[in-house]
């Protein structure tokens, strides 16, 4: 496997961390500067399947929900600051996939024609794009927050409230799939 | 499933202004949790009136005298506040006072570390309040206690060579009640009516006690809005006139039915209060300082003896400075100084040995011996000022557990030196909140346009993005103005920074600060940057109070500060070369940046 998109990046520091947990303005800027880009793209790939117009209202209630329960994280507890920001992400964008899509709405095709014309790296990335939407919401979530996240089971454990074995479980059945979704759009592993 | 490429599936950028949706978003309530059902509340509503009975019949057994009030706490008043410990016990706090208490079997022990406070203490009470240098014991009475916030830490520095030179000034002003002050192991009991002042130099205090009647009454200023330099002004007035009075001109016109300063009212004003002379006046806030008229007026005579106006600058509005201007304005306005006061010295870096300092300081920390070591390093800072030397008073401060010395030397760090020592005081149980709110946005608003005005653009900025920190910081002000220091100081990188953070009108309006800087609109919004320096090379802005020669890497420049340098990248040595004195500073670059240093080397 080659790198994954989102590597983990250094934590915010203890400086504006402080400050923002008693709401400095600036601090929180930085904040969302420093997470934005993760969160946004973990958001996005979640309901990239089925809700993608709905990724940058859910980021924004994603920072909402962390600027105003900020004060209560521990940074000395259990979750680095990238982990807890991940799992309110996480659960929010879980929980956007099972409201009901609004008839107006159609899904949007993750479309062929799209890759036709592009490059063969772009055509790999739509055909996982695919293949990921096929994946049960449990699975996919595990595999996005493993492969471009890099969180550890045991976050992704806390992160979805489930076992660290339910995690092992399910992102091995999530790669098996993959490969054969894969396999049968004809791409080569 | 390492053959395959995750990478390829990109997610796109997040949005554009996601940080002021967010911000925005942040000032509306936050939403209330849905509403209970009806059957629902009827089930909550019989669980706490069962909750409420059983709590009822405790607190009829062992209910405790008068109002809960909590056994402890602490205040850092950011503006004037009431606070009320129980018992009878209270204080009207002034903006700056810093109070922390606990109740103990014996009363209330008080300690109030800066600032000051008027306490009122009910018959049946007894406190101790702890002032810095003195001690005050107090039983139901009323008075009120001054601790000048520049000098709060001068028990804990008391032994220092550097801070021997600072009159630490505590005042205990008795209205009424039984209070005794001890300092110095020498205890006094202080009338009513009376002032008692302890003085941290010479050694010995100084008693004012048991003054009747001041001969000369200074009444508070009119035109000030709860600002904290008039309000400490008058005060040092005060001290100097020995007056224990307390009056303000509007509330005394008031009570005497005077509509203007009529001879015939300021006589029958001084006349109840038993003053010889009266001391009065305005003071008026102006971009760059205050202007204070004070006016001497003569009782007996009824009439206007003198009248004195001057402008204290704001960069002097605060500390020692201020109470220099005080006693100025004071000699002038009583008659003491009949020609103009000399011109305040120039500061000149003492001759000293800033390394050997700092060598001593070091083997005092070593020793665990942290109250010598800041005097050491505060010596080396006076001797030299490095940010290194900060670094390490901040750490010898926070070892000490003095707050405001971390304070003082913890608003002098960089971000990224406060980020590497900030732990150093949270071990010693000092919170950031403590190091944080010694600073007011507006003051240091207020210092940067000063600097702007005088073309100090680099210390503007400076400024500006200190007060940005401050907890009352008006952000888009700031941005904007910090935009205006960063056109002015033609620092790209900076103006960008902030153009970035500017409203879309005033952005337009405020572009030509930029433009006529030679910095345009594409290069703030991150196009080819003509001025910028080549790859390769990096540009620095150098600036200085007073003007200063500039050396790099210890070479001459020809140049005087205000220049931009273009340099090679990596890590180089400004020295700022003033008459005989010489300051060096370290600076790291990075190709195609500007760097900015700015000094106040006065």
């Not at chain 1, 996480?90 to 009901?100: C, M």
Request: net charge negative.
């Amino acid at each position: 496997m080659q790198a994954a998109v989102t590597r983990r990046r250094e934590e915010l520091d203890e400086l504006t961390l402080r400050r923002a947990q008693r709401g400095d303005e600036r601090a929180w800027r930085d904040l969302i500067a420093r997470y934005q880009a993760p969160v946004h793209a973990l958001v996005w790939r979640l309901l990239a399947s089925r809700a993608p117009h709905r990724a940058e209202d859910v980021t924004q209630e994603t920072f909402v929900r962390v600027l105003r329960a900020l004060p209560r994280f521990e940074p000395a507890g259990p979750a680095t600051l990238t982990t807890w920001i991940l799992t309110i992400a996480t659960r929010l964008a879980l929980s956007e996939l099972r409201k009901p899509l609004p008839a107006s709405l159609e899904r949007e095709p993750l479309t062929e024609e799209r890759a036709d014309h592009a490059s063969e790296r772009a055509r790999l990335g739509a055909a996982i794009a695919r293949a990921v939407a096929k994946l049960p919401e449990g699975q996919r979530a595990v595999l996005v927050l493993r492969e471009y996240h890099e969180l550890e089971y045991a976050e992704i454990a806390d992160a979805l409230e489930i076992d660290v074995g339910t995690v092992k479980s399910r992102l091995s059945r999530a790669k098996d799939a993959l490969r054969e979704h894969l396999t049968a759009m004809g791409v080569r592993l | 499933m390492s053959e395959i490429d995750f990478s390829a599936w990109e997610a796109p950028p997040p949005p554009d202004g996601l940080a002021d949706a967010v911000v925005a978003r942040m000032a509306e309530p936050e939403p209330q949790p849905e509403p209970v059902s009806t059957k629902r509340r009827w089930v909550i509503a019989a669980s706490a009136a069962g909750v409420l009975a059983v709590a009822a019949g405790v607190w009829a057994i062992a209910r405790p005298h008068g109002t809960p009030v909590p056994d402890h706490g602490a205040v850092l008043a950011d503006r004037a506040q009431h606070i009320e410990l129980g018992g009878g016990i209270s204080a009207d706090l002034d903006r700056g006072a810093d109070v922390r208490w606990h109740r103990t079997a014996h009363g209330v022990e008080i300690e109030q570390r800066a600032g000051a406070a008027s306490w009122r203490v009910g018959g049946d009470e007894h406190v101790m309040i702890g002032a810095t240098v003195a001690s005050i014991d107090a039983a139901g009475a009323s008075l009120r206690v001054e601790v000048p916030m520049n000098v709060s830490d001068v028990r804990v520095i008391g032994a220092s060579a550097l801070t021997a030179a600072t009159v630490a000034m505590v005042t205990v002003v008795v209205y009424e009640g039984h209070v005794k002050v001890a300092s110095s192991g020498q205890t006094v009991v202080v009338q009513p009516g009376s002032t008692y002042t302890i003085k941290q130099q010479p050694p010995a205090p100084v008693v004012t006690a048991t003054v009747e009647h001041p001969r000369v009454a200074v009444l508070g200023l009119e035109g000030w809005q709860g600002d904290a330099v008039a309000h400490y002004l008058v005060s040092d007035l005060r001290a100097l006139a020995m007056d224990s009075t307390a009056k303000e001109l509007a509330d005394e016109k008031l009570l005497h039915d005077c509509e203007s300063e009529a001879p015939v009212c300021m006589a029958a004003i001084g006349s109840d209060l038993g003053a010889a002379q009266l001391i009065y006046g305005s003071v008026a806030s102006q971009r760059d300082g205050y202007d204070v008229t004070l006016k001497l007026f003569d009782v007996g005579r009824q009439q206007l003896e003198r009248t004195v106006t001057e402008r204290i600058p704001a960069s002097e509005s605060q500390g020692p400075a201020r109470q220099d201007w005080a006693a100025r304005l004071y000699a002038e306005v009583t008659g003491a100084a009949r020609k103009p006061p000399p011109a305040p010295p120039k500061k000149q870096p003492p001759a000293c040995d800033a390394d050997a300092l700092i060598q001593e300081g070091n083997q005092q920390m070593a020793d665990g011996k942290h109250i010598a070591a800041l005097a050491k390093y505060e010596a080396a800072i006076a001797c030299k000022p490095e940010e290194r030397v900060e670094r390490l008073a901040f750490m010898a401060s926070c070892n000490a557990v003095s707050v405001t010395k971390a304070r003082e030397h913890w608003g002098k760090l960089s971000s990224a030196s406060q980020n590497q020592v900030l732990q150093i005081c949270v071990r010693n149980g000092i919170t950031l909140d403590q190091l944080d709110t010694s600073c007011d946005a507006d003051d240091l608003q207020q210092k940067g346009m000063s600097s702007e005005q005088v073309g100090q653009h680099g210390a503007a900025l400076s400024s500006f993005e200190e007060a940005m920190h401050c907890k009352n910081a008006n952000l888009a002000r700031l941005y904007q103005l910090s935009f205006m220091a960063a056109c002015n100081a033609k620092s790209v990188g900076k103006a960008r920074q902030y153009w970035g953070k500017l409203a879309p009108a005033p952005a337009q309006t405020l572009k030509q600060m930029c433009v006529r800087n030679g910095i345009t609109e594409d290069m703030l919004d991150g196009g080819p940057a003509a001025p910028a320096p080549a790859a390769g090379t990096a540009t620095l802005h150098i600036d200085c109070v007073p003007q200063a020669q500039i050396l790099i890497d210890g070479a001459p420049t020809g140049k005087t500060t205000p220049v931009n340098l273009t340099l090679t990248p990596g890590k180089h040595k400004v020295t700022y070369v003033i008459g005989a004195d010489r300051f060096t500073y370290p600076v790291t670059l990075r190709a195609g940046e500007t760097e900015s240093v700015s000094k106040d080397l006065r």
